[in-house]
């Protein structure tokens, strides 16, 4: 084989290198240097790195190197790694916001990317757990899925995705110039608060306005590129973040996550009501820490029974389409352990009753049209 024909090859397969962090080919970030094969099938590539210290430079370099000797006809592979100059940098990040001025919130109203907020009234119904779970099993039906974790108080994603260290640290994302880059997790981009603060127990007391541009920073400064469905775990309750997530996301579509508590039916109303009064429209109802169904076969209703659907029936009376109950999750050890551990049940226990009932809202999320006339799907399949 030539070397012309041999380099094109070697070039062929470095366009299937994803850099981990943009998730995009290498080619197409003008990461790749030059790129030489000689008479002997010596190859020799170039990479250049968005920053020093990238933390993805050994995958980087292991996913080249192995693309490379992938090729038939390269003997051996030399790989030169060095760093982006300030301009090729600028160059870059200017590609990737694709026209967008640096301070554009990304999501806005012409965006396809369907954005869901999750809330509820009361705190620790299971939102979290039930946001993390549903983002990674929309990541496993191929779509490109992003979190924002919005409880600036409490933040807890990072933690259920497995991000932090033994300390319960999150990573510190990369940065490229003015651009984050928001670390990936069982496929989803994710950022939070938790990934600033320098353990995890930091207490974030802010107060309206810099929560208000704590998200705003989320959605103009994090690259999280074309995404299918942009999930926002807010904060428990009906306060500024929601009404911020109003302002900031005017597509948002809202889930409500409700106990099967009949006394928590009101609260997790309320929210809902707030959801609308910002402009947003509730979508469905996900009932959480349903019964359990026990070795014996009787069914445990730790939390009672009944509160999601009349969550449902009550919210439907506010708007022309009718709130769907979309699932009742049982209550589930492994669902709550997997949280504790960072392993989310939908990939590591995917049998799980709590599983399957949070991959069915996945499908209909998944599956489910726009509504609106005129307006392209924002779900697509890679
Ligand atoms: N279906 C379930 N079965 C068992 N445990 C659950 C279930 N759902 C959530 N949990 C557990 O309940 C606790 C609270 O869940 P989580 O943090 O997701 O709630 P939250 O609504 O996000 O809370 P907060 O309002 O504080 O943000 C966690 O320990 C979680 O593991
Ligand atoms: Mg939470």
């Known amino acids: 084989m030539s070397e012309g024909v041999l380099t094109e090859a070697v070039r062929g397969a470095l366009a299937a290198v994803l850099d981990p962090e943009i998730r995009k080919p290498i080619t197409e970030l003008d990461m790749v240097g030059g790129v030489a094969v000689d008479a002997d099938g010596r190859a020799s590539v170039g990479i250049k790195l968005t920053i020093v210290g990238c933390p993805a430079a050994d995958a980087i370099e292991r996913d080249v190197r192995a693309a490379v000797e992938s090729v038939p006809g390269v003997t051996d592979v030399a790989v030169d790694v060095s760093v982006m100059t300030p301009a090729e940098r600028r160059a870059l990040t200017e590609k990737l916001r694709a026209g967008r001025p640096a301070r554009g919130a990304q999501f806005g109203p012409d965006s396809l990317t369907r954005v869901y907020a999750v809330t509820s009234g009361k705190g620790g119904v299971g939102k979290s757990t039930v946001t993390a779970n549903l983002a990674v099993a929309l990541a496993e039906r191929g779509l490109r899925v ?7 108080h409490g933040f807890s994603i990072p933690g259920i995705l497995g991000l932090t260290d033994e300390n319960g640290v999150a990573p510190r994302p990369t940065r490229v110039d003015d651009m984050i880059l928001p670390p990936v997790a069982y496929g989803v981009k994710v950022v939070s608060i938790g990934m600033f603060v320098d353990s995890a127990s930091a207490a974030v007391a802010w107060r309206g306005p810099m929560l ?26 009906t306060g500024d973040v929601a009404i911020s997530v109003g302002q900031l996301l005017p597509t948002a579509e809202v889930l409500v996550v409700t106990t099967p508590q009949p006394a928590a039916a009101d609260v997790a109303e309320r929210s809902g009501v707030v959801a609308r009064q910002t402009g947003q429209r509730v979508i469905g109802v996900i009932e959480n ?12 209703e730790l939390f009672g029974s009944g509160g999601g659907a009349e969550v449902a029936r009550r919210l439907s009376a506010g708007q022309d389409e009718a709130v769907p109950l979309l699932a009742s999750v049982p209550l589930s050890i492994p669902l709550r352990s997997g949280g504790d551990v960072g392993a989310p049940i939908v990939v590591t226990d995917p049998g799980d009753p709590a599983a399957v009932a949070i991959r069915r809202v996945a499908e209909h999320l998944a599956t489910r049209s726009r509504g609106l006339a005129g307006r392209k799907l924002g779900l697509s399949v890679r």
């Open 289 to 300: 820490m349903a019964g359990l169904v026990q070795p014996d076969g009787t069914v445990l």
């Open 146 to 152: 992003g979190i924002v974790d919005a409880d600036v």
């Open 212 to 237: 208000h541009r704590t998200i705003q920073q989320f959605l103009t400064d994090v690259f999280f590129g074309d995404l299918d469905v942009l999930l926002l775990d807010l904060p428990p309750g």
